[in-house]
């Protein structure tokens, strides 16, 4: 809690933010006033979360309670860790709490993820990759999850219909993950970029979850692209 009086509290926030942007170029600067206002940027220090975007998986595990104790979860995209930090107290991998079941929580991105206690962390590796696929099946209790997570995106291009295009085909990669790995029953999240592919990767999500339905939680921007589909009831395709 801040123990400044308003008056010095603004004063000093205001020096904080003047060192901050200088020698920054005007879009650093945009970037930088958005996240110094931002309110889940705050909240996402003060609870000690790796970034913000841990309050978009707690609003959707809120309303749907996807993670509950003693699932199996596996994070695509972790970096920086965000939603796997969420995964691990929903889940009790970390064993805080004694008398729920333990979870557990496999997180997989192409660049570094920093060590979470209660989660096992695939740095440089690709979720699409058959030798990492194979990892997981060591990893997950019985080779299987009940949740499988992605808010993963390719670094974007600047041209929004090439990320969009890249960000389905990464969501469609989702549905070969999930036949290898994904219990009958259980459910996917995965961010895309609202655009004209959307429908289908809908369809598709479609064909092998009895449920899919579009979110765009309040800590995603109003003005951003992103949203989110919900895919529940997972069912095998027929060979």
Not at 76 to 93: E, F, I, K, L, Y
Not at 146 to 163: H, K, T
């Amino acid at each position: 809690m801040w123990c400044f009086p308003s008056q010095s509290r603004s004063l000093h926030s205001s020096l904080t933010l003047m060192k901050k942007l200088k020698g920054k170029s005007a879009a650093e600067q945009r970037w930088l006033q958005r996240q110094l206002k931002d309110p889940y940027v705050k909240a996402s220090h003060a609870q000690n979360f790796r970034c913000r975007s841990a309050f978009k998986l707690l609003e959707i595990d809120d309303k749907f309670r996807l993670l509950r104790p003693g699932s199996s979860v596996v994070d695509c995209g972790t970096a920086p860790g965000a939603w796997s930090q969420v995964a691990v107290q929903r889940v009790n991998s970390a064993g805080t709490d004694p008398a729920l079941p333990h979870g557990s929580v496999v997180g997989i991105d192409l660049l570094n993820i920093p060590p979470l206690d209660g989660a096992h962390f695939l740095s440089s590796h690709d979720v699409t990759d058959p030798v990492t696929q194979a990892k997981l099946l060591e990893l997950l209790p019985g080779g299987r999850a009940d949740v499988i997570l992605s808010d993963m995106a390719p670094n974007a291009s600047g041209f929004r219909e090439m990320d969009h295009e890249k960000l389905i085909t990464m969501c469609l990669s989702l549905t070969d993950l999930a036949e290898r790995i994904l219990q009958p029953g259980g459910s996917l999240v995965c961010k895309y970029w609202d655009g004209i592919l959307a429908h289908k990767l809908q369809q598709k999500l479609s064909s092998v979850f009895s449920s899919v339905q579009t979110l765009k939680p309040n800590a995603s921007r109003k003005d951003s692209a992103e949203r989110y589909f919900l895919a529940r009831m997972y069912r095998k395709p027929l060979k």
